[in-house]
């Protein structure tokens, strides 16, 4: 029988940046120690990503651009870093409670992959929401 290798100090980072966004990362460990430690991380991979956003952000307002497009550039950057994670959630979250059904029926709407018209206003108002905010 195998033994599991002593808990590594990056552990936690590379299962946070491995399983919450796009940044290539090799995660070594999958296992319930390093989900709980990348879960510890989670924060982390949420500084990073806002940082980017911000980044991208602000070199487009030194570059001349207007702060609408700025604002876009912002928001599409947490969705295009994250895979759209807490996006596609929001939508099947609106999907399901929108639907007026029973909780277990609710709950098998916020699973399928399809996005319905509660999920795509949802969407639409949040996005529009945070790109006002930041113009």
């Given amino acids: 029988m195998?033994?599991?290798?002593p808990p590594h100090p990056l552990d936690g980072p590379r299962f946070a940046f491995g399983t919450l966004t796009v940044i290539p990362v090799r995660v070594h460990r999958?296992?319930?120690t390093a989900a709980r430690a990348g879960m510890l991380c989670?924060?982390?991979?949420?500084?990073?990503v806002g940082l980017a956003a911000a980044g991208l952000g602000l070199s487009l307002l030194l570059?001349?651009?207007g702060?609408?497009?700025?604002a876009v550039a912002s928001t599409a950057v947490p969705a295009a870093l994250t895979r759209g994670l807490h996006l596609d959630g929001l939508a099947d979250?609106?999907?399901g409670l929108g639907s007026g059904k029973p909780a277990e029926q609710a709950l098998a709407i916020m699973k399928?992959?399809?996005?319905g018209p509660f999920g795509v206003v949802a969407l639409?108002?949040?996005?529009l929401a945070q790109v006002a905010a930041l113009a």
Avoid at 2 to 5: A, F, I, M
Avoid at 42 to 48: F, Q, R
Avoid at 67 to 70: H, I, M, N, Q, V
Wanted: charged share 20%.
């Fill in 2 to 5: 195998s033994e599991t290798p």
């Fill in 30 to 32: 999958w296992d319930r």
């Fill in 42 to 48: 989670a924060p982390l991979t949420g500084l990073a």
């Fill in 63 to 65: 570059l001349g651009a």
């Fill in 67 to 70: 702060p609408l497009l700025a």
């Fill in 93 to 95: 979250t609106a999907d």
């Fill in 112 to 115: 399928r992959s399809d996005i």
């Fill in 124 to 127: 639409v108002l949040t996005l």
